[in-house]
């Protein structure tokens, strides 16, 4: 595995991560996927800076080089709640907005993030991350699969604002 190391992003960071998350969705929409494609209109569903302010979004570097970043909700947003029922607890990290930049593709930098990602859980007691993806994104279902998250469920024709989808829900275990 890759010699990464990760830390809370910073404000001075936004730039680069709505660029990363841009180019992200540019490179969904090149694979025939309209997942992120509010992205590419200028909308930020997410809102990446207040999640920044309220440190739940991470960067991910190998010497020093942003290879990726992901965001970690304390609390659940609308779509967790829809997509996994509503939850006060803060047991769990929802995992979101996982991106790489264009040049970390294929060197093992995603399982990195994910490594990443679970630090966190570990490091603020968590119980679980839970994640969800598009359901025929076969290529990720098996990424978050082979990285030790375990299949939920598939919820189907869930109304995204662009039309119905299928969605794969994922966990991982703090153990």
């Known amino acids: 595995?890759?010699?990464?190391?990760?830390?809370?992003?910073?404000?001075?960071?936004?730039?680069?991560?709505?660029?990363?998350?841009?180019?992200?969705a540019v490179w969904l929409s090149t694979k025939g996927s309209s997942q992120w494609s509010?992205?590419?209109?200028?909308?930020?569903?997410?809102?990446?800076?207040?999640?920044?302010?309220?440190?739940?979004?991470?960067?991910?570097?190998?010497?020093?080089?942003v290879v990726g970043t992901f965001a970690l909700w304390n609390t659940?947003?609308?779509?967790?709640?829809?997509?996994?029922?509503?939850?006060?607890?803060?047991?769990?990290?929802?995992?979101h907005r996982v991106a790489l930049s264009p040049h970390a593709h294929g060197k093992n930098y995603g399982r990195s993030l994910l490594s990443a990602a679970k630090e966190v859980a570990k490091?603020?007691?968590?119980?679980?991350?839970?994640?969800?993806?598009?359901?025929?994104?076969?290529?990720?279902?098996?990424?978050?699969?082979?990285?030790g998250f375990t299949f939920v469920k598939t919820i189907e024709e869930y109304d995204n604002g662009e039309g119905l989808q299928d969605y794969n829900i994922y966990y991982w275990k703090n153990e």
């Open 123 to 147: 490091e603020q007691n968590k119980k679980e991350i839970r994640l969800d993806c598009i359901a025929s994104n076969d290529y990720l279902n098996k990424f978050y699969q082979s990285n």
């Open 1 to 24: 595995m890759n010699e990464t190391t990760h830390r809370l992003a910073r404000p001075s960071d936004e730039s680069e991560i709505k660029s990363l998350l841009y180019e992200t």
């Open 38 to 65: 509010g992205l590419l209109k200028g909308e930020d569903v997410h809102n990446i800076e207040r999640a920044i302010q309220r440190k739940e979004v991470f960067i991910v570097s190998d010497d020093e080089v």
């Open 76 to 95: 659940q947003t609308e779509w967790d709640k829809d997509l996994w029922g509503e939850d006060t607890s803060e047991d769990y990290l929802y995992l």
